[in-house]
């Protein structure tokens, strides 16, 4: 949902997304699909953590396809949808959302692809720039906040129409 709110998108077809309706791991099959469809243009994933751990085996099939998938994992520690649905429809009654991350440099390096991680936003432009300039797959792991939200939000049971713009 970050990609979908900040990206600026040129092209017809650049954008492969789940629209947010739950279905966390989603994202990295539909990047390898999309690397294997269109092997000219560079695909660029962006997942949480908890997107990211439902389909991690994925990683060999990257690996063993030689795709040329950007991973950008936005890491918050949390399974950061419910988190949010929590806090705000259940009054900060969190419930199995906290995530306990395995070390995805380790992971990243054991599938033999690129590694970097970016704890301060001033390293970031420099990191996304080495990411792209690098061939085949890499891992771009970016520390965000814990309990930051995504909005706007579709609540449940109502149109889109009335939708949470702030908290």
């Known amino acids: 949902m970050m990609a979908a709110r900040y990206?600026?998108?040129t092209r017809?077809?650049?954008f492969v997304t789940s629209g947010g309706m739950g279905t966390m791991g989603f994202g990295l099959p539909a990047a390898i699909g999309a690397s294997l469809a269109a092997p000219n243009r560079q695909i660029c994933f962006f997942t949480g953590d908890g997107g990211l751990q439902m389909t991690i085996q994925e990683l060999g099939t990257i690996?063993?396809?030689?795709?040329?998938?950007k991973?950008?994992?936005l890491n918050n520690n949390y399974l950061g949808n419910v988190r949010q649905w929590q806090e705000i429809f259940f009054e900060h009654r969190y419930s199995f959302t906290r995530m306990l991350n395995p070390d995805y440099q380790q992971i990243a390096r054991a599938y033999h692809i690129p590694y970097s991680l970016v704890t301060m936003r001033s390293d970031l432009e420099k990191a996304v720039s080495i990411m792209l300039s690098t061939s085949g797959p890499y891992f771009l792991e970016v520390a965000v906040e814990e309990e930051d939200n995504v909005l706007p939000m579709c609540c449940p049971g109502n149109d889109v129409d009335d939708m949470i713009l702030e908290i």
């Not at 690996?63 to 998938?69: A, F």
């Open 12 to 14: 017809h077809r650049s």
């Open 63 to 69: 690996m063993e396809q030689q795709c040329p998938i």
């Open 7 to 9: 990206s600026q998108f």
């Open 71 to 73: 991973i950008i994992l």
